[in-house]
């Protein structure tokens, strides 16, 4: 699995910054984990992004920020078996599932309003470039038949397994639970 993966797309923004201005851009990511008593932080080398095209200089900013994040979870990381997931709290209830419902109780720890799910949980969607999940979205339109269902019925398959995991639906749908 690649290392930047642990880093969402990032916005245009660092780039153009770095364009106008003529400076670099230092990394700087955070990693703590709930109940713990420390926040560690990570200070990288200065970028120059103005050297490079708007791509290959936000994938060196990322892959420099997820591997900050990889040392950090090596370094810090509370340790989590399998058995361990597996057991979280419903032994009736798919371990994903599960773990979904411990973070939409984390989050409803936090006093904030409803729309949490619209803002903090954003992410950057490249429409020039869509991920896997995206493209299965569109998937949405096609329709079945007995002609074609041998070649859709896996990817619609997998479509809906991604719904089932989609965690902002599942917070709009429990919010009230």
């Known amino acids: 699995?690649?290392?930047?993966?642990?880093?969402?797309?990032?916005?245009?923004?660092?780039?153009?910054?770095?364009?106008k201005t003529g400076h670099a851009v230092v990394p700087l990511?955070?990693?703590?984990?709930?109940?713990?008593?420390?926040?560690?932080v990570k200070i990288g080398e200065p970028?120059?992004?103005?050297?490079?095209?708007?791509?290959?200089?936000?994938?060196?900013l990322r892959d420099s920020l997820a591997t900050m994040v990889y040392e950090h979870i090596a370094c810090h990381a509370k340790t989590?078996?399998?058995e361990e997931l597996q057991g979280m709290e419903h032994a009736d209830m798919d371990y994903r599932l599960a773990y979904m419902e411990s973070r939409r109780r984390e989050f409803l720890s936090v006093?904030?309003?409803?729309?949490v799910w619209n803002e903090e949980l954003f992410a950057y969607s490249d429409?020039?470039?869509?991920?896997?999940?995206?493209?299965?979205?569109?998937y949405d339109c096609i329709e079945v038949t007995k002609n074609n269902a041998y070649v859709?019925?896996?990817?619609?398959?997998?479509?809906?397994?991604?719904?089932?995991?989609d965690f902002k639906k599942y917070m709009k749908e429990n919010w009230d639970k």
Not at 1 to 19: D, E, G, N
Not at 159 to 165: F, L
């Open 127 to 138: 429409i020039e470039n869509p991920g896997p999940a995206e493209v299965r979205k569109s």
């Open 80 to 82: 989590l078996t399998r």
């Open 152 to 165: 859709l019925a896996p990817i619609l398959a997998k479509r809906w397994e991604d719904e089932k995991y």
């Open 1 to 19: 699995m690649p290392t930047h993966l642990l880093v969402q797309r990032l916005f245009a923004s660092p780039y153009i910054l770095a364009q």
């Open 111 to 115: 006093k904030w309003t409803r729309d």
């Open 47 to 60: 970028i120059n992004l103005s050297e490079k095209g708007k791509e290959e200089a936000l994938t060196g």
């Open 29 to 40: 990511v955070s990693f703590t984990e709930k109940d713990a008593k420390h926040i560690y």
